[in-house]
């Protein structure tokens, strides 16, 4: 139910961030040339001339009947613009979420092992350096080493529909990124669950070390995991942003970021409600796995 209240918020930001942008949007696509009639023109064409709160109810009414409207600067309709890059960038997303997943959960168990150790030292270092590494960096870093270097993946996509070698790159990117914080979490949340009572009873009991560890200790090692990895897909969203400019990637956040430059208002803001209904669904989505991963949420 928080679902409505927080997607109606988002609606009003995104909404009044884009009117209150500095320049009249009519002004800015009537053209330098345009005479006073012509913005005029323009304002009615965009619906400028009505009352903000109108034209919010108006912006909402397309969102809820999916009827968006055309793009002011191609004309086509932004249904078919918007939807294909969306499910490139969803695409995108899950493959670097599945990366960040596999890459930091392992290395988070190997570092919590070997505690205090020159492993769990140079893990802390890759974490450290995924942190503070700026998305564009790492993207730039692959593609002289595996584009220009060593010829094997292409750095950028040509047409709009990418294959799966197009995806490496960006994917590995964004889960490099998002592997550093999912580490640090694993590596203390094992820590702790490690030093439990039921840990050292099962030792005892003469359970293996790899059940122990696997299926007592990681699944209730894994909610704050999972709470980071749920935060760390909205990054991986924003981060697509850059990551997609820089390997010219067909997706929704490289179609936000040319659509401002153009000033196509309508693209842009049902463009960001797509990422925010996305990242708040898969919260949501979050919550639920708590109850999965650990019955004693479902008790409570």
Same mark, same amino acid.
């Given at each position: 139910?928080?679902?409505?209240?927080?997607?109606? +918020?988002?609606?009003?930001?995104?909404?009044?961030?884009?009117? $209150?942008?500095? +320049?009249?949007?009519?002004?800015?696509?009537?053209?330098?040339?345009?005479?006073?009639?012509?913005?005029?023109?323009?304002?009615?064409?965009?619906?400028?001339?009505?009352?903000?709160?109108?034209?919010?109810?108006?912006?909402?009414?397309?969102?809820?009947?999916?009827?968006? +409207?055309?793009?002011?600067?191609?004309?086509? /309709?932004?249904?078919?613009?918007?939807?294909?890059?969306?499910?490139?960038?969803?695409?995108?997303?899950?493959?670097?979420?599945?990366?960040?997943?596999?890459? +930091?959960?392992?290395?988070?168990?190997? %570092?919590?092992?070997?505690?205090?150790?020159?492993?769990?030292?140079?893990?802390?270092?890759?974490?450290?350096?995924?942190?503070?590494?700026?998305? $564009?960096?790492?993207?730039?870093?692959?593609?002289?080493?595996?584009?220009?270097?060593?010829?094997?993946?292409?750095?950028?996509?040509?047409?709009?529909?990418?294959?799966?070698?197009?995806?490496?790159?960006?994917?590995?990117?964004?889960?490099?990124?998002?592997?550093?914080?999912?580490?640090?979490?694993?590596?203390?949340?094992?820590?702790?669950?490690?030093?439990?009572?039921?840990?050292?009873?099962?030792?005892?009991?003469?359970?293996?070390?790899?059940?122990?560890?696997?299926?007592?200790?990681?699944?209730? %090692?894994?909610? /704050?995991?999972?709470?980071?990895?749920?935060?760390?897909?909205?990054?991986?969203?924003?981060?697509?942003?850059?990551?997609?400019?820089?390997?010219?990637? /067909?997706?929704?956040?490289?179609?936000?970021?040319?659509?401002?430059?153009?000033?196509?208002? /309508?693209?842009?803001? $049902?463009?960001?409600?797509?990422?925010?209904?996305?990242? %708040?669904?898969?919260?949501?989505?979050?919550?639920?796995?708590?109850?999965?991963?650990?019955?004693?949420?479902?008790?409570?």
């Amino acid at each position: 139910m928080l679902l409505i209240p927080t997607l109606l +918020g988002a609606s009003i930001i995104i909404f009044l961030m884009i009117h $209150f942008l500095p +320049g009249d949007p009519a002004q800015i696509l009537a053209g330098p040339d345009a005479t006073l009639q012509d913005i005029q023109n323009m304002r009615i064409r965009l619906g400028l001339d009505k009352p903000l709160p109108v034209q919010y109810f108006l912006f909402m009414e397309r969102l809820l009947t999916w009827n968006l +409207g055309n793009s002011l600067v191609s004309g086509f /309709p932004i249904t078919s613009l918007i939807v294909p890059r969306f499910l490139n960038t969803l695409k995108l997303a899950l493959l670097a979420i599945s990366i960040s997943l596999a890459i +930091g959960i392992v290395l988070g168990i190997v %570092a919590a092992l070997k505690r205090n150790t020159t492993v769990d030292r140079i893990v802390m270092i890759f974490a450290l350096l995924g942190v503070s590494m700026p998305v $564009f960096l790492l993207a730039v870093l692959l593609i002289v080493i595996f584009s220009i270097k060593l010829h094997i993946l292409p750095a950028t996509v040509i047409g709009s529909t990418p294959s799966i070698r197009h995806l490496v790159l960006p994917s590995l990117t964004l889960g490099l990124i998002g592997a550093a914080p999912i580490a640090r979490m694993t590596r203390s949340s094992m820590i702790e669950a490690l030093s439990q009572e039921y840990i050292k009873t099962s030792e005892a009991f003469g359970f293996s070390i790899r059940k122990i560890i696997l299926v007592y200790a990681l699944r209730n %090692a894994l909610i /704050p995991v999972v709470t980071v990895a749920g935060l760390n897909f909205g990054y991986l969203l924003a981060g697509a942003v850059i990551t997609e400019t820089v390997f010219a990637y /067909p997706g929704l956040g490289r179609l936000i970021v040319d659509s401002i430059f153009a000033r196509d208002y /309508p693209v842009v803001q $049902f463009g960001l409600m797509m990422i925010v209904a996305l990242f %708040a669904v898969v919260n949501t989505v979050v919550d639920v796995l708590y109850a999965l991963i650990n019955p004693r949420v479902r008790l409570e």
